[in-house]
């Protein structure tokens, strides 16, 4: 064989081989370039599910205090006018808010504690058998478009119909003894409403 085929044929299997190499060497990177694409669209996924499941979350945690908020409103003032439905919601707002008392909805309609054996709740319908602690107020019933008023209106509610340190209540056929130690404010309908005296950390 000459020389010339020769060296031809060593060009031409050097091209070859350089060939297959780089035909190898771009596969193997469109591998990774799809790889990691893959991975960066289950990271995406993967983050799209967990906002959803939060948002999900918040959406039920929020239906539930709503849920607590309208269930209060029910028992304490429902019959009456829609002021006075209000005035009940934003007591329990109000408290949500001070430090004094429970930083949610619910915890605030159900807290009660035990003295000398006996319960007493804060509000009195949470320690009467026969109310549903659990009971869906209807979203057309008037208690629950009082509570959801008073969340969307609180700021404007706190100034024209009870005050932010408006935190107690009672009804006007009972006299309990702390309210010799807190400041009327005003009475709606069947309840009497008082604000913490300003410095006073008693409840």
């Known amino acids: 064989m000459q020389l010339t085929t020769k060296v031809l044929y060593a060009t031409l299997v050097m091209l070859l081989i350089f060939g297959i190499n780089y035909q190898v060497s771009q596969d193997a990177e469109s591998g990774n370039i799809i790889a990691e694409l893959k991975q960066q669209q289950q990271k995406i996924e993967h983050q799209e599910q967990k906002r959803i ?16 908020l309208a269930r209060n409103v029910y028992y304490e003032a429902r019959g009456e006018s829609l002021q006075g439905q209000k005035a009940v919601a934003l007591v329990t707002l109000n408290r949500v808010e001070n430090p004094m008392f429970p930083n949610t909805i619910c915890k605030v309609v159900n807290e009660r504690k035990v003295v000398k054996g006996v319960t007493k709740c804060q509000f009195s319908w949470r320690c009467q ?71 006073d950390q008693r409840r």
């Open 53 to 68: 499941i939060a948002q999900l979350e918040r959406e039920d945690r929020w239906m539930k205090e709503i849920g607590c």
């Open 129 to 199: 058998g026969h109310a549903n602690p659990k009971k869906a107020v209807r979203q057309s019933h008037e208690s629950y478009q009082a509570a959801i008023t008073a969340i969307l209106h609180y700021d404007s509610l706190t100034e024209t119909l009870v005050t932010a340190d408006t935190l107690f209540f009672h009804a006007k056929h009972v006299r309990p003894f702390w309210r010799k130690v807190k400041q009327r404010l005003a009475q709606i309908d069947n309840h009497i409403f008082y604000e913490q005296r300003p410095g």
